[in-house]
């Protein structure tokens, strides 16, 4: 069973930067598919940035698209995603979520970490 943590959210004003970190613990995820997602007030979940197993590729939501950079450490089982440019709508709750390379669902995710930017 995999458990996620994340780390690094917190208040940053707008333009500043924010990097984020995932620990997987349980299990090594050499084999999945790692993410983040994130789901401001009101809104629902979405997906921000992924990376794949093996050749490692990487997928952006358009929105973060030049700004947001994901990246995988499969030796210390962790996903990390470092957000520049960062922008008031990017306040939200930020997940890191996983699956197996090949499942159509994320099955796993962790419990969040708040990111704020202030205006």
């Known amino acids: 069973q995999v458990q996620l943590l994340e780390s690094g959210g917190g208040l940053v004003q707008d333009g500043g930067s924010l990097r984020l970190s995932c620990a997987a613990a349980g299990s090594t995820v050499n084999n999945y598919v790692l993410a983040w997602f994130r789901q401001a007030p009101g809104k629902e979940r979405e997906l921000v940035a992924a990376v794949y197993a093996g050749p490692t590729s990487t997928h952006y939501a358009d929105f973060v698209k030049g700004r947001f950079t994901i990246s995988r450490d499969n030796r210390k089982n962790t996903v990390t995603l470092q957000m520049n440019g960062l922008k008031p709508d990017d306040t939200a709750v930020y997940y890191c979520?996983?699956?197996?390379?090949?499942?159509?669902?994320?099955?796993?995710w962790g419990r969040g970490t708040q990111v704020t930017v202030s205006s």
């Open positions: 979520e996983a699956k197996f390379r090949g499942s159509t669902s994320y099955t796993h």
